[in-house]
C-alpha cells in the first residue's frame, strides 16, 4: 500500500484490507494527503463511482478516530441534495465504521424522531443532512447550535454541481456562513462533484472570500469508453402507414434495453407514464416478464422505491421510464444505458445523466438519444424545418464532447431565498436588527449584490400589513409577524425551491389544462398547448392562470422550447450546427437526412445580410442566436412596441399588426438607445417559491437581474439588422 494509506487510522486500513483492495485509488490517495497533512479546503472531481465518498471520508474520519475533540458535536456534517443519496451513504459509512464506536446518524423527514433525539443528546460521529433539515436544525434548535457543531472539522456537500445556480445552491451557502458564525470559526469545506463545467466558479461557491485556497483533486483519465447514438424520428399523420414516432421508440428501447439495467430520461411526467404503458404492453405481447416502470415525483414513494430496489438489486432486469427524479446521485447500480427522449434541457444535465452508465471496468458508458420531428407539410412552421430540438440535442452533445457544462448567473439576486432566510435568521434569534441581519447575508453571506437600500425596500415590503411576515418593535428589533410565525412554523418552509409552476390555462371560460411556466410570458405573447397556438391576452400571476385566445399565426410547431433557460453557448453551437457541414458518425440515417433538411432551410431563409427573414407580408424570423435570457428580452421590447412574438431557441417570430411599425425600424431604434418599458405589458415574475411576498418594483429588480438583460437591448439590434439598416 501506499503512503496516503499509511496516514489512515487502523481501524479504516481494516476496512480497505477487507475490500480487497490491492491499492487506493488516485483520488482517493491525493485527498488523503492534502486532508490529512493541513486544513484547506477541497474539491475531489470525478465521474459517478469514482470513488469520491471515500476520498473525503477516509481521511476525515481518520483525524476524528486518531485526533477526538474535546468540544462537544458531531465531528462531519455530510449534506447531500436527496433523502435516498444519504440513506444510501449512511449505509456505506456505517460498513466502513462498523469496527469503531463512532455512530452515523442520518436526519431527514423519514428519519424517527427517536433516532434524532437519541442524536442531538450526544452528538457525535457524522450527521448526514438534507439542507432542509439543516435549515429546521437553525430554526428550532437555534440556541442549540453551538453544542451540535461544536466538534465539527469538515463539511461535506455532495453533488456540489446541483446546487451551483440554484436557490437550493444559494440556500446551503447562507447556512454554511451562519454555521461559521455561530461557532465563530471557520469550518473546513469539502466538495464532492461528477461534473464541473469550471472549476474557479466551484472553488469560489465553495470559499467565496478566498477562492485560490481551495485545492482541488480532479480525476485524470480513466473515464469509461462512451458509445452513443442520437436517432431520428418523425412525427408523421394519422393517416400514414407504420407505427407513430412514439411506437417505433418504444419498440427500439424494447428490442435495445430489455434484459439488463437502465434510465430513459423521457422528459414531462406524462411522457414518462405513455413510454411506460407502451413498453409494459410490448412486455405482455411478447408473454415477458415486466421489467420497465415510470418514476416520477408524482408517483407514490412506495412505488419509487420498488423500482430503486430493483435498480440496486440487480437480479432482475430493470428499466425505470424517468423524469430528473433519478439524475442525482442515488445509488441505483450500475446501468447499462442512459436514453434521452426529446431535446436535453442543459448539458450539465445531460453529462450527470451519462454518468450513471459506464460505471463497471471495461464497460463502455451508452447513451441513446431520441429526437422526434414534424412531418413536413407546406405550411409547417420555420422551427419545424430547421429541425430545432434534433438540433438543440446535436449542439449539447458536441459541448458534452469538449466537457463544458453550464456556469452560475453570478449576477442573479435571488431574491426570493433572501426572504427565506430572512424569515430563518430572525426565527433562529428570536428577533435580530436590520444592520445585524444585513451583515449576516448580505456583506458575509452570499447575498452580495444586493446593497443597503434594496435590502431595506425588501423589509419594508415583508412588513407591510397585507403581508405581516415581519414586524419591527420600538427599539428596532425585527420579529417575525404573525403571518411569518404561520409560514415558519410549517414543515414546507424549510424547502426553498419549487417545480415551475403550474398556471392554468382558460379560454373563453373553459379551463384548457395546466402547463409549467419557467420563462417569462405577456399579454400579446404567443405559446403551444395541447398541438395548437394560443395567444397569451393576460396573466394572472397570483391566481395561476393564463387567460388566451386561438391564435390565427399558422400552424405551431411540434418543438416550440422548454421551460427553463438555455446558455448563450448552446444557442450559438446550434447554430454552428446550422451553418456547418459536420456530419456527426452518431446520427443514425434519419437523423443525418433531417439535419441536411434543417440545413436547407435555414440557408433558404436567407438571414444574410442582417438576421432577418421575412415569411409573410406580417410574420418575420428574427436569428438572436442569443439565449433565453436575451431572447426572451427582445421579445418584450418587441412587444412593447406592438408586435405578437413567439420564442424559440435562438430565434424569435414576429407579427406585425396594422398598427405596428415597421420591424426594422423598432430594431433601429432599439440600436440607437430607445428606452423601452420591458414590463409594459404585465409578463409573469413569479417564479420562485417566496415571490408572492414581494412588491412589483422588486420582483422586476429580480427578473432583471437573472431572467432578463435590458443592457444588450442595443447591441443585439444592431447586429441583428446588420447591412440591412
Known sequence: MSAAFDKLARPIQ??????????????????????????????????????????????????????????????????????????????????????????????????????????????RGVLLIT???????????????????????????????????????????????????????????????????????????LRPDSPNEVEQVIAEGGSAELQLQLRGYVAGDK????????????????????????????????????????????????????????????LSREHRDFVERRLKDGTAPTTAICTSTLELGIDIGDVTCVGQIGAPFSVASLRQRLGRSGRRPGKPAILRQYAIEAKLTPTSNFSDRLRLGM??????????????????????????????????????????????????LCQIGPFRQVDTQLFLDVLRALGQPEVALIEQTSDGLLLLGANGEKLVEHYSFYAVFQTPEEYRLISGGKELGTLPIDNMIAPGMLLIFSGRRWLVQEVLDRDRVILVAP????????????????????IERMFDVLE??????????????????????????????????????????????????????????????????????????????????????????????????????????LFEKFHPHLTEDILRRDALSSRLDAGCLSSLGATILGDQS
Open 239 to 298: 393517416d400514414d402507414e407504420g407505427p407513430s414516432a412514439t411506437d417505433a421508440i418504444a419498440q427500439h428501447l424494447f428490442e435495445q434495453l430489455r434484459g439488463s439495467d437502465n434510465l430513459v430520461f423521457g422528459g414531462a411526467r406524462q411522457a414518462v407514464e405513455i413510454y411506460s404503458d407502451r413498453l409494459r404492453a410490448l412486455c405482455e405481447k411478447e408473454h415477458l416478464p415486466q421489467e420497465f416502470y415510470p418514476h416520477h415525483a408524482s
Open 131 to 205: 439542507p432542509e433539515s439543516l435549515e429546521a436544525l437553525f430554526i428550532r434548535r437555534g440556541l442549540e447550535i453551538p453544542r451540535l457543531f461544536g466538534a465539527t472539522r469538515a463539511i461535506i456537500l455532495d453533488e456540489l454541481h446541483s446546487v451551483l445556480d440554484s436557490e437550493r445552491g444559494i440556500q446551503m451557502r447562507s447556512l454554511l456562513t451562519r454555521l461559521e458564525i455561530a461557532l465563530k470559526k471557520p469550518i473546513r469545506r469539502v466538495g464532492l462533484s461528477a461534473t464541473l463545467g469550471d472549476m474557479e466558479l466551484a472553488k469560489a461557491y
Open 580 to 685: 456547418g457541414q459536420k456530419r456527426p458518425i452518431y446520427l443514425d440515417a434519419t437523423a443525418l437526412e433531417l439535419l441536411d433538411e434543417a440545413r436547407i432551410n435555414y440557408t433558404q431563409l436567407q438571414f444574410d445580410p442582417g438576421r432577418i427573414a421575412q415569411l409573410s407580408d406580417n410574420a418575420a424570423v428574427i436569428a438572436t442566436k442569443t439565449g433565453s435570457v436575451r431572447t426572451t428580452t427582445l421579445a418584450l421590447a418587441l412587444r412593447a412596441s406592438g408586435f405578437t412574438v413567439q420564442t424559440h431557441d435562438g430565434f424569435l417570430e414576429v407579427f406585425g399588426k396594422d398598427e405596428s411599425p415597421e420591424l426594422i425600424d423598432a430594431l433601429s431604434a432599439l440600436a440607437d438607445g430607445k428606452e423601452v418599458d420591458l414590463f409594459a405589458h404585465s409578463p409573469s415574475l
Open 14 to 123: 481494516k476496512w480497505i484490507r477487507q475490500q480487497g483492495w490491492k491499492e487506493l485509488r488516485d483520488i482517493q490517495a491525493r485527498a488523503t494527503h492534502v486532508l490529512m497533512d493541513g486544513n484547506r479546503d477541497l474539491i475531489v472531481a470525478a465521474s459517478t463511482a469514482g470513488g469520491k465518498t471515500e476520498a473525503a471520508f477516509l481521511p476525515l474520519l481518520s483525524q476524528v478516530l486518531d485526533e477526538p475533540c474535546e468540544d462537544s458535536g458531531f465531528d462531519v456534517l455530510y449534506v447531500a441534495p436527496l433523502k435516498a443519496l444519504i440513506t444510501d451513504q449512511a449505509r456505506r459509512l456505517e460498513d466502513i465504521c462498523r469496527d469503531t464506536d463512532l455512530p452515523i446518524t442520518p436526519w431527514h423527514g423519514d428519519v424517527s424522531s427517536s433516532v434524532k433525539a437519541k442524536a442531538t443528546k450526544r452528538p
Open 551 to 570: 391564435a390565427k399565426a399558422g400552424v405551431p410547431p411540434i418543438f416550440g422550447g422548454d421551460p427553463g433557460n438555455i446558455h448563450d453557448r448552446v
Open 391 to 440: 438540433v438543440r440535442a446535436i449542439a449539447m452533445i458536441e459541448l458534452l464532447l469538449e466537457g463544458w457544462c453550464e456556469p452560475p448567473q453570478r449576477e442573479a439576486l435571488h431574491l426570493s431565498t433572501l426572504v427565506h432566510q430572512i424569515l430563518s435568521v430572525i426565527a433562529e434569534r428570536g428577533g435580530i436588527r436590520a444592520q445585524q441581519l444585513y451583515g449576516i
